[in-house]
T-cell receptor
Framework: EAGVAQSPRYKIIEKRQSVAFWCNPISGHATLYWYQQILGQGPKLLIQFQNNGVVDDSQLPKDRFSAERLKGVDSTLKIQPAKLEDSAVYLC???????????FGPGTRLLVL | RKEVEQDPGPFNVPEGATVAFNCTYSNSASQSFFWYRQDCRKEPKLLMSVYSSGNEDGRFTAQLNRASQYISLLIRDSKLSDSATYLCVVNTNNNDMRFGAGTRLTVKP
């Protein structure tokens, strides 16, 4: 069974630039999560989708971050404009439904200069 | 108070040792609990779910204490390959998954 796919794996940008990350969850998984993991910390949930609807985006900095899952399958997370403190690994995870085991993708490592 | 708190460690133990990690959570209505393992520069992977009655998987034992709002992970007969960061995860009553900052374990020969 294919796992969660993410791209790109690495990205280096300058502050104030824009960046987008893509995630394709495990087939059949209704719930998709985006996490931000800063070095030395645990993953912090940014947004959770159930199919194409947002379940929780309380920790998403909405002035600069946006995410969509228009067809309820793959998802895109965007940062516009990026700040230095956005340097982190952005992890995508999916689960069959909410509250069940999450499977993580390899992450996108972002460095903002 | 943080929603999920863990001792960051690091825990440095010799091979064969028994080591235990605790994790406390603030939301008394939390529904489900997990331990994930994260290797350096890798994504987190589920180690085990934590059930009310406690559960064991080989050398790993997880316990839940709802009254005191903590979960624990016990690793017996530590192996070099157990070296990793162990993340405590709590699913709140809103189906929000909250991760602790992780406890780093290094098992030495």
């Amino acid at each position: 069974e294919a796992g969660v796919a993410q791209s790109p794996r690495y990205k280096i940008i300058e502050k104030r630039q824009s960046v987008a990350f893509w995630c394709n969850p495990i087939s059949g998984h209704a719930t998709l999560y985006w996490y931000q993991q800063i070095l030395g910390q645990g993953p912090k949930l940014l947004i959770q989708f159930q199919n194409n609807g947002v379940v929780d985006d309380s920790q998403l900095p909405k002035d600069r971050f946006s995410a969509e899952r228009l067809k309820g399958v793959d998802s895109t997370l965007k940062i516009q404009p990026a700040k230095l403190e956005d340097s982190a690994v952005y992890l995508c995870a999916s689960s069959f439904s909410t509250g069940e085991t999450q499977y993580f993708g390899p992450g996108t490592r972002l460095l903002v200069l | 108070r943080k929603e999920v708190e863990q001792d960051p460690g690091p825990f440095n133990v010799p091979e064969g040792a028994t080591v235990a990690f605790n994790c406390t959570y603030s939301n008394s209505a939390s529904q489900s609990f997990f331990w994930y393992r994260q290797d350096c520069r890798k994504e987190p992977k589920l180690l085990m779910s934590v059930y009310s009655s406690g559960n064991e998987d080989g050398r790993f034992t997880a316990q839940l204490n709802r009254a005191s709002q903590y979960i624990s992970l016990l690793i017996r007969d530590s192996k070099l390959s157990d070296s990793a960061t162990y993340l405590c995860v709590v699913n709140t009553n809103n189906n929000d998954m909250r991760f602790g900052a992780g406890t780093r374990l290094t098992v030495k020969p």
